[in-house]
């Protein structure tokens, strides 16, 4: 359970948990797998590799596959062409999640937004949705050397947002991303619509909507 402290501030995950884009990541990079005679489901994709930088999960895949890799710089320009070509105009939000970032404004907390996607790939999301204004701080894992699950982006985010790691609370969806949070010394809602597939992290909530948190006996004044 969440502990009834004073949470100051709050970092999202984006992908699958503000944008419903997760699904359209797995299935481009399924497709350029599928090029190098890789055959891995999305959903495979998803579940394991979900927030996990493209630095290390295309070589990660390639090594266990025995394949040989081409240059990492050209499989990662190909997935962010290709994926950029696809998302313009079809952005979705997760539902529930729009209702909950508007709720935590009016309580005054400020946002970030802690993403494995590029950064222009998160500044195009977030225009979509008209939601560039609600986020004081915006991180991507092309700004730090160890993606998740490593804690990097989470720390990252709190000091933009003038936030100790402790006071900070992560939205995440990811299994990487949840462990990543932990590993920060946060507090983790894990966002986990239908049904999970194996053994989830452990983090201080799961629900399946963000409508389901009654965020307000959380904070204390």
Same mark, same amino acid.
């Given at each position: 359970m969440l502990k009834k402290q004073s949470i100051k501030a709050v970092i999202f995950d984006m992908d699958g948990v503000i944008s419903d884009t997760q699904d359209i990541h797995a299935q481009t990079e399924s497709e350029i797998l599928k090029d190098y005679g890789?055959?891995?489901?999305?959903?495979?994709?998803?579940?394991?590799?979900? $927030?996990?930088? +493209?630095?290390?999960?295309?070589?990660?895949?390639?090594n266990e596959w025995e394949k040989d890799m081409p240059p990492l710089v050209q499989l990662i320009e190909e997935k962010w062409e290709r994926i950029t070509n696809l998302v313009k105009?079809?952005?979705?939000?997760? $539902?529930?999640? +729009?209702?909950f970032i508007a709720s935590l404004k009016n309580f005054g907390l400020p946002l970030a937004v802690a993403s494995a996607s590029h950064l222009s790939f998160i500044d195009l999301v977030l225009g979509e949705l008209n939601l560039k204004t609600k986020f004081n701080a915006v991180t991507s894992a092309q700004e730090v050397e160890r993606g998740k699950p490593e804690p990097d982006i989470f720390l990252l985010a709190a000091r933009r947002l003038n936030a100790v790691p402790e006071d900070c609370l992560v939205i995440e969806d990811g299994i990487s991303g949840m462990i990543a949070a932990k590993r920060a010394g946060m507090q983790c809602i894990g966002l986990v619509r239908g049904k999970a597939d194996g053994d989830l992290p452990e983090v201080d909530l799961i629900v399946p909507d963000l409508r389901h948190v009654q965020f307000e006996q959380y904070i204390k004044p």
């Open positions: 890789i055959n891995l489901h999305p959903d495979k994709i998803s579940r394991r590799f979900a $927030g996990v930088s +493209l630095n290390e999960m295309f070589p990660q895949i390639f105009g079809n952005v979705k939000e997760v $539902g529930g999640t +729009l209702e």
